[in-house]
C-alpha cells in the first residue's frame, strides 16, 4: 500500500512533470518554476502535516515574483526561490474554483485520473495565461491583482498598483489597510513610509 507521499510523486510523474516540462518549467520535488524576462512563475505541491500511511492531503500553491518588486522594496531576489517568496501567492482553488481547496488521497484514489485531471486544469488556469506573462505590466492581463483583492488585500496589491502608476488606487489600499489594523497602531502614514509610497 503506498503512502501518501508516494501517491503524490505518482501524480506528479504522470501529470504534473510532464505537462511542467513542455512549458518550461524546472522540477524540484514537488516544486515547479520558470522565469520569462523579469518574473518568475512558481508553483507547488504542500503535503500536509496530518497525513498517517495511504490516507491524506496536499495543498497547490501559485506564486508569481517579479523582479521590479523586489528592488523597489529593497528585497534581494533569492537564487532559488519557492512560491513563499513571491510577492504574488495565493492558494490554487482562488484562481481555479473547479478545484477543491485540497486533494484527498487514500487508497481508493485512481491516482491517473487525478493525474491527469490536475495537469488539465493547471496547465488551462496557471500555466497558458502566465505563458505571455514577462513584466509586471503583462501580469495584468491575468485578473489575478483584482482576484487577490477578494483574498488578501494587504501588501501586494497596492504595490503593484503603486509600480504601474495607478497612485489612486494604492491609496486606497493602503487607507483601507491603515483603518483596517488600527488597532495595531497601523497608520495611513507608517504603511506608506514601510512602502516607500510618495502620494504628493
Not at 502535516?49 to 521590479?68: I, K, P, R
Request: hydrophobic letters at 40%; a neutral charge; one cysteine or more.
Amino acid at each position: 500500500m503506498r503512502s501518501v507521499r508516494e501517491s503524490t510523486q505518482e501524480i506528479v510523474k504522470i501529470g504534473l512533470a510532464p505537462m511542467f516540462k513542455k512549458h518550461g518549467f524546472k522540477k524540484s520535488a514537488f516544486h515547479f518554476s520558470r522565469r520569462l524576462g523579469t518574473v518568475e512563475h512558481h508553483f507547488n505541491l504542500q503535503l500536509s502535516q496530518w497525513n498517517h500511511g495511504s490516507v491524506g492531503q496536499f495543498y497547490l500553491n501559485a506564486g508569481v515574483m517579479f523582479e521590479d518588486l523586489k528592488r523597489f522594496s529593497g528585497e534581494e531576489i533569492p537564487k532559488f526561490a519557492k512560491v513563499l517568496d513571491c510577492d504574488f501567492q495565493v492558494r490554487f482553488e482562488n484562481i481555479d474554483p473547479q478545484l477543491p481547496r485540497q486533494v484527498v488521497i487514500d487508497e481508493k484514489t485512481d491516482i491517473e485520473s487525478v493525474a491527469r485531471w490536475l495537469a488539465e486544469r493547471i496547465e488551462k488556469s496557471f500555466v497558458l495565461p502566465l505563458n505571455s506573462v514577462s513584466s509586471t505590466q503583462e501580469f495584468l492581463t491575468t485578473g489575478w491583482v483584482r482576484l487577490i483583492l477578494d483574498v488578501n488585500p494587504w501588501g501586494f496589491p497596492s504595490i503593484y498598483y503603486y509600480l504601474m502608476g495607478d497612485k489612486a488606487e494604492a491609496r486606497r489600499l493602503v487607507e483601507l489597510e491603515a483603518k483596517t489594523f488600527a488597532d495595531r497602531g497601523c497608520t495611513f502614514e507608517s504603511i506608506a513610509s514601510a512602502r516607500n509610497f510618495s502620494f504628493d
